[in-house]
């Protein structure tokens, strides 16, 4: 079995409107919002083997926050600038690249493509909220194998979820 946890960064800040968006840093909000999604993953034991974020700083930092309250090695997480506002397929294909010991993957990521994904894993979402996080798993053996015909919903958690 293997579980897929689909993380949109936290709130982003537009204090600096002309700062280039791959550069654009948490907000107040996305500072609180990330921790706070990071312990109801670890209440619920959802601890990942594996962490795959885009390089964006805001994606970066909201996964760096997510390793540090899951005692996850920080210098494990994978950045990538593939994950940056990458269509659904480009992250699907990161996905499968994953090595086939790894059980729970953390995704960290953006819209519109993990929207998008979510949809294609056959996920009824309007919106993947900031800090958002859709739980999906998968009957299979190997990263490579997973497919809309084998997704199932496993959670939807969303920061105004209180």
Known sequence: MKKLVIIRHAK?????PY?????????ERGLRDAPKMAKRLKKKDIIPDAMLSSDAERAKNTALITAEILDFPKAKIHFTSRLFHSLADT????IKKTENKVQTLFLFGHNPGLNDLIEKFGGKIDNLPTC????????????????PQNAKLWFFDFPKND
């Open 132 to 147: 958002g996080q859709f739980g999906l798993t998968f009957d299979v053996n190997s990263w490579k194998e997973i497919s």
């Open 91 to 94: 992250i699907f294909d990161e």
């Open 19 to 27: 700062l280039d968006d791959h550069s654009r840093p948490l907000a």
């Open 12 to 16: 982003s800040s537009w204090e600096s």
